[in-house]
């Protein structure tokens, strides 16, 4: 299978790409843990079915030492008992972040608030910034067909 586009070959989305790209390095002096900031990536990555996304922040998050069973349990999160409280804010901050058309209002002042409980401005901000970027990507990658499967960590360096 080849994508429906060679995004590195077109000076316009490959500049665009640089761009998203710069704005998820910027995360990385966040003070949300990584662990998080990779669960959150990785469900909205599984909503917007982008099996790239889905492949690489599995891949970096496992060899970061995230366990093979929290992975496995990012998409049933509200029913396992793996992740902390703070995490499960995230994770749903991800998931009305995601499905913004699902939902007339976008994210709930409920989740918000549970949110805000664990994480504060500047960390919400972090939060913000990821699940937009990892929208950008997903939506990218589903329209181009982008395969899935053959990602090492730290292939993009």
Known sequence: MDAR????????????????????????????????????????????????????????????????????????????????????AALELAEQGTRIADAAGGVTDEAWANAAKYYDEDQLADLVSAIAIINAFNRGNVMIQQPAGDYQPGQFG
């Not at 989305?13 to 949300?32: E, Q």
């Not at 998080?36 to 909503?47: F, W």
Request: hydrophobic fraction near 45%.
């Open 5 to 88: 586009l060679n995004i590195m070959a077109s000076p316009v989305a490959a500049k665009a790409l640089k761009h998203l790209v710069t704005a998820g390095k910027t995360l990385a002096d966040s003070t949300v843990p990584a662990a998080t900031l990779e669960l959150v990536r990785l469900r909205a990555s599984q909503i917007n079915g982008c099996g790239f996304c889905t492949d690489m922040h599995t891949k970096d998050a496992a060899h970061a030492g995230e366990t093979a069973q929290r992975l496995h349990m990012v998409a049933a999160w509200r029913e396992a008992t793996v992740f902390t409280d703070a995490e499960r």
